[in-house]
């Protein structure tokens, strides 16, 4: 079992920054790709940022230059800085992680979610 424990949602003005952390705990023997999602009411779930198994990262467009994803592997923690923030990135951001746990079984888990809200 893995588990995904995320934190630094709020509440934020226009133009404020933010940042999201998520950290993955448990039977862990490697994660493959890790990072956000974001889900806005009456919206399918998109991809913010990730660390692909690739080794790569993927960003999508509406955040590509206010938005940064980074690691510590040590950790098995995922942040995400978000600057510059926009009204439209309100919504619900969801950590994902995929692997395989010490029992060499995949996993793909989702966090809990975490509320973003722009708003003057």
């Known amino acids: 079992q893995v588990q995904l424990v995320e934190s630094g949602g709020g509440l934020v003005q226009p133009g404020g920054s933010l940042r999201l952390s998520c950290a993955a705990s448990g039977s862990i023997f490697s994660i493959n790709a890790m990072g956000w999602y974001r889900q806005a009411p009456g919206k399918q779930r998109e991809l913010v940022a990730a660390?692909?198994?690739?080794?790569?990262?993927n960003y999508g467009d509406s955040v590509k230059g206010r938005f940064t994803i980074s690691r510590d592997n040590a950790k098995n923690t995922v942040y995400l800085q978000m600057n510059s923030l926009k009204p439209e990135d309100t919504a619900v951001y969801y950590c994902?992680?995929?692997?395989?746990?010490?029992?060499?079984?995949?996993?793909?888990?989702w966090g809990q979610g975490t509320q973003v809200t722009v708003s003057s």
């Open positions: 660390f692909t198994s690739f080794g790569s990262t």
């Open positions: 994902n992680a995929q692997g395989a746990t010490m029992q060499l079984y995949e996993y793909d888990y």
